[in-house]
């Protein structure tokens, strides 16, 4: 077995989509991360990418919590214990919601019920079942032009990369990548391209658990992850 | 100097049917103490807009944080949220047609309410383009395409009062919130008719620096001292 398969075998699927994401990361990027997920993604980052994580309930410079850092009134955008780093600020929602929508944050990664071929995203809520409402999911998606959904390629085995959404839409046309732990699919005007694969899968087997059409780069290669 | 109430005294001039912001973001920045008497009080028939629904357990073990209170007493005819998923018995009243969920986009939400407190007609935005906001017609006035691209004209949000709290308030209604808990708490001091500011930590006037005021004093209507005993 090479050692590249052994990175991958070695990792949950989870963990393979964190480490592929923090490679999205450039210095000096204005970050936001979804909750579940992509909240794993800064663990990963290599030591020389520095970013600034915005939290859209009111931090520039979102921060991990330390004992000397806990403070009361200091939480994230899903009402846990948070801290600012170093140079941050905290602001008011009217501001952070001006930084989002003004696109003056680069990048949003958060995961996702569905995607669709075309771009657009389901995951806010499931009629009859589950509506737990957008919160900033919905600003997020139409501010911020790089939108990249880090999520479980399906569902147990429900495909969730679709030819077009079933569920009410997020957001029209805003998904730029799909990182799931099989591949990473770029979003194009013409639709999903595949452009990196986890080498425990091949191509037919992205194939069998994805409803929507996707091209094949021509530089196709082996997935990357930290 | 502003006139300084009781928690109960404030909660006593809410008429029942009131329509009342509240701020906080998941209970972060939210103005415990009134809710605490407005829960107490069993006024009913509000309408609360506020970012969320609160949670069920607050950091600290509470049982029914921030908003929640009100929620679980049912004195919440309509909320106005952006996020109800932390607090399962609001869905539970919104499934049984007891309370009126009316979802929005948060920074529609906060663009909203400072297009009530900044005079302006409304606010138009991106967000929500293409999506079941589009049907929310109380809110969204529709569709306008400026210079090639679609934009949602949302309409102004304003209240009968906002119920706001700072970590230090004056005695004069200037307001320094710590942390993360400015959040709503800034804009809904501009869009209602009364404002309550809730200080933790009451304080002279001149103790918060003119650079410091997030909130100004000439918003506010009263102060509830959030440190000193009710009645």
């Known amino acids: 077995m090479s050692e590249a398969l052994n990175a991958f075998e070695a990792r949950s699927a989870k963990e393979i989509i964190a480490r592929r994401t923090a490679l999205e990361l450039k210095n000096g990027m204005v970050v936001n991360l979804g909750i579940g997920l992509p909240t794993l993604i800064p663990q990963y980052l290599p030591s020389d990418i520095r970013v600034t994580i915005q939290s859209e309930n009111g931090i520039i410079g979102l921060d991990k919590v330390q004992d000397d850092t806990?403070?009361?009134?200091?939480?994230?955008?899903?009402?846990k214990l948070a801290a600012v780093a170093s140079g941050g600020a905290f602001i008011d929602s009217v501001t952070s919601f001006g930084l989002i929508r003004g696109g003056h944050v680069d990048v949003t990664i958060l995961g996702s019920l569905q995607v669709d071929q075309e771009g657009s995203l389901a995951n806010w809520m499931i009629p009859g079942k589950k509506t737990p409402g957008m919160g900033g999911a919905m600003d997020l998606l139409a501010g911020v032009r790089q939108v990249i959904v880090a999520m479980e390629h399906t569902a147990r085995?429900?495909?969730?990369?679709?030819?077009?959404?079933?569920?009410?839409?997020?957001a029209v046309?805003?998904?730029?990548?799909?990182?799931?732990?099989?591949?990473?699919?770029?979003?194009?005007?013409?639709?999903?391209?595949?452009?990196?694969?986890?080498?425990?899968?091949?191509?037919?087997?992205?194939?069998?658990?994805?409803?929507a059409e996707f091209a094949i780069s021509k530089n196709l290669t082996e997935m990357n992850i930290v | 100097m502003k006139k300084q109430l009781s928690a109960k005294q404030a909660v006593d001039m809410i008429p029942d049917g009131a329509v009342i912001m509240c701020g906080g973001f998941l209970g972060c920045g939210t103005?415990?103490?009134?809710?605490?008497?407005?829960?107490?009080?069993?006024?009913?028939?509000?309408?609360?807009?506020?970012?969320?629904?609160?949670?069920?357990?607050?950091?600290?073990g509470e049982a029914y944080y921030g908003v929640a209170k009100l929620i679980h007493n049912h004195q919440v005819s309509r909320l106005v949220t952006t996020h109800i998923g932390l607090n399962p018995e609001a869905t539970e009243q919104m499934n049984a047609g007891t309370m009126r969920i009316d979802l929005l986009p948060q920074g529609s939400l906060a663009e909203m309410i400072r297009a009530g407190g900044a005079g302006l007609g409304g606010t138009l935005t991106k967000t929500g383009v293409g999506t079941l906001v589009e049907d929310a017609k109380d809110y969204v006035v529709g569709r306008q395409n400026i210079d090639g691209v679609d934009y949602l004209l949302m309409r102004p949000l304003s209240a009968d009062f906002a119920l706001i709290?700072?970590?230090?308030?004056?005695?004069?209604?200037?307001?320094?919130?710590?942390?993360?808990?400015?959040?709503?708490?800034?804009?809904?001091?501009?869009?209602?008719?009364?404002?309550?500011?809730?200080?933790?930590?009451?304080?002279?006037?001149?103790?918060?620096?003119?650079?410091?005021?997030?909130t100004y004093g000439i918003l506010v209507d009263y102060i509830v001292n959030g440190g000193q005993d009710d009645e």
């Open chain 1, 157 to 170: 085995g429900i495909p969730k990369i679709l030819k077009k959404c079933t569920l009410p839409l997020t």
């Open chain 1, 70 to 79: 806990r403070h009361p009134h200091i939480t994230d955008a899903s009402g």
């Open chain 2, 31 to 60: 103005a415990h103490r009134l809710m605490d008497a407005l829960a107490a009080s069993q006024k009913k028939d509000l309408t609360i807009i506020c970012n969320d629904a609160g949670l069920l357990e607050g950091p600290n």
């Open chain 1, 173 to 211: 046309h805003c998904v730029t990548k799909i990182i799931t732990e099989m591949c990473v699919f770029n979003v194009t005007d013409t639709g999903l391209v595949l452009t990196e694969l986890n080498p425990q899968y091949t191509i037919d087997d992205v194939q069998a658990v994805t409803e």
């Open chain 2, 165 to 214: 709290c700072g970590q230090q308030v004056d005695e004069e209604g200037n307001v320094w919130y710590a942390g993360t808990a400015r959040n709503f708490n800034q804009v809904m001091a501009t869009a209602a008719d009364i404002v309550i500011a809730e200080a933790e930590q009451l304080v002279s006037v001149g103790e918060i620096r003119p650079e410091d005021v997030q």
